[in-house]
Every structure is written in structure tokens, then in C-alpha cells.
């Protein structure tokens, strides 16, 4: 079964810094999805950014990019230029292409950005 | 602009009284899911539809039921509830079977209090 690990329960940075936010997992396939997925206090869950496993290129959007390590498992988040609308719990989610439309979540970390 | 909506959001019911939670898309999307997230948790999977075909997760209590009449709605059936099961409920859809190029959209989830 596949797993994901997001080690930080909290963070906080200071508007206009750049943070990182860290996700493991654990699986044994060559090929999958993974998405990093935020929601906002009392607000709907929504996509900040997705990787196919098999693209070696880092996925950009915008001021959200993450540091794909697929040797490591790896999937961070960095968000630069911190706004205080980023403040949210954030979610690493993996998923396998064609296996029960299942997205695994991790834990989550919480978000906090400091004016 | 919504386009999964859940309602109601906030629902409070009594030990054992049965309660309906629905969720209803405008994206015609073929696959809807039920999720059920606890303070400070990862959501974690129910069951989804496929069209009309029901998945259901193998630890899934009995006391879980889902119902989807049409492509637009979809409805979650707690039978007896108990202080368990008081979480946030997320319902999201997909269009096929969730993939890079088509990841979950959520609603804003229906928060269910057992007393």
C-alpha cells in the first residue's frame, strides 16, 4: 500500500519569504501522480500543483514549484514570495494511474504567513 | 462559481439518529468520491462512484452507505451515527477515473457533529 509522510505538523514564514514544505512516500510502482493540494481555514480544498513520476522536469506554477526526488521519494513544495492568502493546511496526495481513482493523502501541514 | 456544492455545512445530529449528507457538480464528471476527514487528519477515502458503479473501501464501516441517483448528485447515508464519526466530509468529483489531467475538485466538505 502506498504512503505519504508530511514530517512538519506546522510552519510559519513571513510574508514575502519563500518556504519549503516537505512529503515522502512510499510505493513500489515506476509510474504515478502526485499533487500538492491546499485548503484554506473553512474553504474548499483546492490543486496548488501535480507531477507525472515520469517527467524528470520540476512542475511549475507560478510562485508554487516543487523539488521532485524520485529516487529519494521526495515531493517538496516551495512557495515563494509568501502571501498572507497562503496561509492554509496543505496536503502532499499520491495517486496510481488506473488503480480505483484512489488519492492517498498525507497528514497535512498547516501553513501559517506572518505579516 | 461552485462547482461541487455539499450541503448542508454544518450538520449536528444525535447518537444514532440517521443523517444524510449530499453532494451535487455541475462538471458532469464521471466519478464522485466521498471522503472523510478528522481534526487534523488526512482525508481518507469512503467510496466513489464510477458512473453507477459503487467502490466501496474494504475498511469502510457498514454503517456508511452512499446513493447516486444521477451524474449530478450524490448522497451519503450514516444509519446510526456514533461519536466516532464526527469529521468534516469532503465529497469531489473527477472527470474518467482522476488522473494528471484530471484531478479532484472538492466542495467545501459539510462538517458533521455527533452529540
Known amino acids: 500500500a502506498q504512503t505519504v509522510t508530511q514530517s512538519q505538523p506546522e510552519m510559519s514564514v513571513q510574508e514575502a519569504e519563500t518556504v519549503t514544505l516537505s512529503c515522502t512516500y512510499d510505493?513500489?510502482?515506476?509510474?504515478?501522480?502526485l499533487f500538492w493540494y491546499k485548503q484554506p481555514p473553512s474553504r474548499q480544498m483546492i490543486l496548488v500543483i501535480r507531477?507525472?513520476?515520469?517527467?524528470?522536469q520540476n512542475a511549475t506554477e507560478n510562485r508554487f514549484s516543487v523539488n521532485f526526488q524520485k529516487a529519494a521519494k521526495s515531493f517538496s513544495l516551495k512557495i515563494s514570495d509568501s502571501q498572507l492568502g497562503d496561509t492554509a493546511m496543505y496536503f502532499c496526495a499520491f495517486m496510481k494511474p488506473r488503480y480505483g481513482n484512489k488519492l492517498v493523502f498525507g497528514a497535512g501541514t498547516i501553513l501559517r504567513v506572518k505579516s | 462559481d461552485a462547482m461541487v456544492i455539499q450541503n448542508p455545512r454544518y450538520q449536528v445530529t444525535q447518537f444514532g439518529k440517521p443523517v444524510t449528507l449530499s453532494c451535487s457538480q455541475t462538471?458532469?464528471?464521471?466519478?464522485m468520491y466521498w471522503y472523510q476527514q478528522k481534526s487534523s487528519q488526512a482525508p481518507k477515502l469512503l467510496f466513489h462512484?464510477?458512473?453507477?458503479?459503487?467502490?466501496n473501501e474494504a475498511d469502510t464501516p457498514d454503517n456508511f452507505q452512499s446513493r447516486r441517483p444521477n451524474t449530478s448528485f450524490c448522497f451519503l447515508d450514516i444509519r446510526s451515527p456514533g461519536l466516532g464519526d464526527t469529521a468534516m466530509y469532503l465529497c469531489a468529483t473527477s472527470r474518467q477515473g482522476g488522473s494528471y489531467n484530471s484531478p479532484l475538485h472538492f466542495g467545501n466538505g459539510t462538517r458533521l457533529t455527533v452529540t
Open positions: 510505493t513500489s510502482e515506476n509510474n504515478y501522480y
Open positions: 462538471l458532469n464528471h464521471n466519478v
Open positions: 507531477q507525472e513520476a515520469y517527467k524528470q
Open positions: 462512484y464510477y458512473d453507477k458503479d459503487f467502490n
